[in-house]
């Protein structure tokens, strides 16, 4: 099957079915940029869309810490790389299919004019060819009509006697002449006819055919180039569907990772204030006065006389037993229970335990505020800010705080520790081989790392020493509460204001009741004040500035008492006697440890 032996004459046709494939894939161009256009937008709205909803931090605190939340970012890194991947599409589109295609059109509209072009002058040849041909025969024609003619004038003039021999003669010679020139046109005609056909054949049969194969070559590479692009069409889309299965299973991933009782417990680690729960409320006696006679007159003021003299009893024991620790005895009421204790006398002489009662609103309202402590008094000995410690924070978040303030200060510490360690290195190159540096110009910057790694280390000890108290001090109050909670109500007090048993039950602190809602909110603050006591003492080998805070300055041959071991960072923590204390390097002193004291501390 071929046009040039089966189209010969649909010359028109022809010009018109390649007009229309040209036309057709440029339509299939502009539908490819349209889908590109698509692609793009949609990319970009899933873009806008994850920004949309993708949490913006500031800090490390806002970051993502429920399951649920981590799940959702993790979606929405997922869904932004699929957003990725429609971009991938929409490139591969814009070059493989819609770039490839404006191209071939470009160069398929050359190739189809010059082809037509080919044609027409074959065409035009042809015409020309014949035209001759006709103009021959036409020619050919006239002069056998004259030659006819002037036969019959010849034949008429021979015929007729009254015709003179010289008229005859004369028609006989135009006789001749036009039978000759007949002959000559006959031949010309002949021949243009013999061209002309050659030249048809040749037409129709060579250059034709020829064209029209060229014409029809033309648009089957026409037609596979658009079916290679119907197939890079979806191969663009193809060719990232492994990459969007992944980013869906991703997805699932991330759905699957929701764990709901981790974070159930990230609430609880999250909101948790280390306080303890409210106890049980004090039993209320309202009987007492049913026990009261015509001679007990003198009753309250022999209750008023008999509180004081017990409260001088209670007092004057209390300074003279050894507090462990060294503490002094303070006045003090179980935790958020506003009464106090006093005793009374029966008619037969006994003694029972009755109550003195606060509002009950007093108790309520401290369970409702909660409001944190006050910072103790330490802090401002150690000139840090008010907030520095976290203090106006519940114990457990103040603890967390803390304890990730302790990390990120240790990585810091790790980071100047390895510069220092690469800038000794490189100071013992440069001694060894002088030519490649100065040593004596990584001298600044040595120092400014040691510094450095003083100034990480004392903000360490600064942390660790209020995270010790932040433990001690809610380890202390559980054993405190639940002593409290145990002995609240029995009637011979076995518990001393600082929590610790006495077998002496008149050394029960008697308090007046108009003083429980002001000094229990102080009570553990002063008690945190109290110095830590010596497990050993240290003599100065060599003098120390201590110019970095925290520190403690010494003499040479300076006594000081230990109150804190080396932990392993080189650092021991000392007092001077005048209570002042501080941090002094364990290689620039002599420790002598007493074992065997109370309240020594061994560091693991």
Request: proline share 5%.
């Amino acid at each position: 099957m071929s046009w040039g032996t089966e189209l010969w004459d649909q010359f028109d046709s022809l010009d018109k079915h390649t007009q229309w494939g040209i036309d057709f894939l440029e339509r299939y161009a502009k539908f490819v940029k349209e889908r590109i256009e698509i692609e793009q937008n949609y990319a970009k709205q899933l873009r806008n869309l994850v920004k949309k909803y993708c949490p913006k931090r500031s800090s490390k605190d806002e970051e993502p810490r429920f399951t649920s939340c981590v799940a959702f970012f993790n979606i929405l890194n997922e869904l932004n790389d699929y957003a990725g991947q429609r971009e991938v599409v929409a490139e591969e589109m814009a070059h493989r299919v819609y770039g490839e295609l404006m191209r071939y059109a470009h160069d398929l509209k050359t190739e189809r004019k010059m082809h037509l072009q080919e044609g027409r002058k074959a065409q035009q040849y042809l015409d020309m060819c014949w035209k001759q041909m006709d103009n021959s025969k036409k020619k050919f024609e006239r002069e056998c009509r004259e030659a006819e003619k002037a036969q019959q004038s010849y034949e008429r003039l021979d015929n007729d006697t009254n015709a003179t021999k010289a008229d005859v003669e004369k028609a006989k010679q135009q006789l001749n002449l036009r039978t000759h020139m007949a002959d000559e046109n006959k031949n010309e005609y002949a021949a243009q006819l013999q061209n002309f056909n050659g030249e048809q054949h040749k037409h129709f049969y060579v250059v034709i055919p020829q064209i029209y194969k060229q014409l029809q070559e033309m648009d089957e590479r026409r037609t596979i180039k658009l079916s290679e692009c119907y197939r890079g069409f979806a191969d663009s889309e193809r060719k990232v569907i492994p990459i969007i299965s992944k980013c869906l299973e991703g997805m699932i991933l991330a759905a699957k990772s929701v764990d709901e009782r981790r974070d159930s417990q990230m609430v609880v680690d999250s909101f948790k204030s280390g306080f303890e729960p409210p106890g049980d409320f004090p039993f209320e006696d309202y009987s007492q006065h049913i026990y009261r006679t015509i001679s007990d007159g003198t009753i309250s003021a022999s209750k008023q006389e008999s509180g004081k003299m017990d409260a001088k009893t209670t007092v004057g024991k209390a300074k003279g037993k050894l507090w462990l620790f060294g503490k002094k005895p303070k006045p003090q009421s179980p935790p958020l229970t506003p009464t106090s204790l006093f005793t009374s006398s029966t008619p037969n002489g006994s003694q029972f335990l009755t109550f003195s009662i606060e509002p009950v609103h007093y108790c309520m309202n401290e369970i409702k505020t909660g409001k944190p402590r006050i910072p103790s008094f330490r802090s401002l000995k150690r000139g840090g800010p008010a907030l520095e410690d976290f203090s106006h924070l519940p114990p457990e978040q103040r603890r967390k705080k803390l304890q990730q303030r302790i990390d990120e200060l240790n990585r810091e510490l790790q980071k100047e520790s390895d510069q220092k360690d690469a800038l000794n290195k490189m100071k013992d190159v440069y001694e060894k081989n002088p030519q490649m540096g100065d040593p004596g110009s990584l001298q600044p910057k040595l120092a400014e790392t040691m510094n450095n790694i003083d100034r990480l280390r004392m903000e360490i000890h600064k942390n660790e020493a209020w995270l010790s108290e932040v433990e001690g001090k809610t380890g202390g109050r559980g054993d405190r509460r639940h002593s409290s909670d145990i002995n609240h109500l029995v009637t011979q007090g076995r518990e001393s204001p600082e929590g610790s048993y006495t077998d002496d039950a008149n050394q029960e602190v008697r308090g007046p009741p108009q003083q429980h809602g002001h000094h229990s909110e102080f009570d553990d603050e002063f008690e945190d004040d109290d110095p830590l006591p010596a497990i050993g003492h240290c003599k100065a080998i060599y003098p120390f500035d201590g110019h970095n805070e925290g520190t403690l300055a010494m003499k040479e041959g300076e006594v000081l008492y230990i109150i804190e071991e080396d932990k392993g960072d080189g650092w021991t923590r000392a007092r001077r006697q005048n209570g002042e204390e501080g941090y002094v390097p364990t290689s620039y002193i002599d420790v002598t440890l007493e074992k065997n004291s109370k309240g020594a501390v061994t560091y693991i």
